[in-house]
């Protein structure tokens, strides 16, 4: 069951924080996060593998509420290389990904 | 280290003309593979996932079809193409214990 992401879309100026959403109506058992730039394939994150996890990637961070069925991306100081779409995946326990529908995040200057 | 390969990156086909997507991976044995669909400012659709030689799980009931003849190999087919099936195509390949996913490059099919 596909995750579903939150806002749709982000737009800021540079150096200001951002905090993506990804919840769940299933059962978690993994969450990964991927950015994927206008034209490319999308290119992975992070991936949070327990309840409370936290990692962090240059100045983007995320955090995994098991109970809550729920992720968030945070985007610190934002640069313009952030600008992107930005997934959430949801696994469920078996092998198979299923990706929410997409964060557009446009970081102006 | 481990790639993946994707091929033809782009392509332009009448309706109901044939389809094969091939895709490769090297660096690593028995991965999971997958073929996932973004149509146009759209989300990304698994299609099929595969954890074996052989083994098709398909997601969306449609006119296309996966197969994997080699550990490292994932091929997308299809007999006749529909309008609908224009979009961006990516093969990706996971690790079985993380589940982590590695992108191709993407195959971008125009159907008209």
């Known amino acids: 069951q596909q995750p579903v992401q939150s806002p749709q879309a982000v737009i800021l100026r540079e150096g200001e924080d951002a905090v993506i959403n990804c919840s769940s109506s299933k059962a978690l058992y993994s969450v990964h996060w991927y950015r994927q730039k206008h034209g490319e394939a999308p290119v992975f994150l992070m991936i949070l593998l327990k309840g409370g996890e936290q990692k962090g990637h240059d100045k983007i961070s995320a955090s995994f509420n098991e109970k809550k069925q729920q992720s968030s991306l945070y985007l610190t100081a934002s640069q313009l290389s952030y600008s992107g779409t930005y997934f959430c995946?949801?696994?469920?326990?078996?092998?198979?990904?299923?990706f929410g529908k997409g964060t557009k995040l446009t970081v102006n200057p | 280290s481990q790639t993946i390969h994707q091929w033809p990156a782009t392509l332009v086909q009448p309706v109901g003309s044939p389809l094969s997507l091939e895709c490769t991976v090297e660096g690593t044995s028995n991965p999971n593979l997958y073929w996932y669909r973004q149509a146009a400012g759209r989300g990304l659709q698994l299609l099929f996932y595969?954890?074996?030689?052989?083994?098709i799980s398909s997601e969306v009931p449609q006119n296309l079809s996966a197969s994997r003849p080699q550990d490292r190999q994932f091929i997308l087919s299809s007999k006749k193409l529909l309008l609908s099936d224009s979009g961006f195509y990516l093969c990706?390949?996971?690790?079985?214990?993380?589940?982590?996913?590695?992108f191709g490059e993407g195959s971008r099919l125009t159907v008209l």
């Open positions: 595969s954890v074996g030689i052989g083994q």
């Open positions: 990706a390949w996971s690790v079985q214990t993380t589940g982590e996913l590695f």
């Open positions: 995946g949801s696994q469920g326990g078996s092998e198979k990904l299923v």
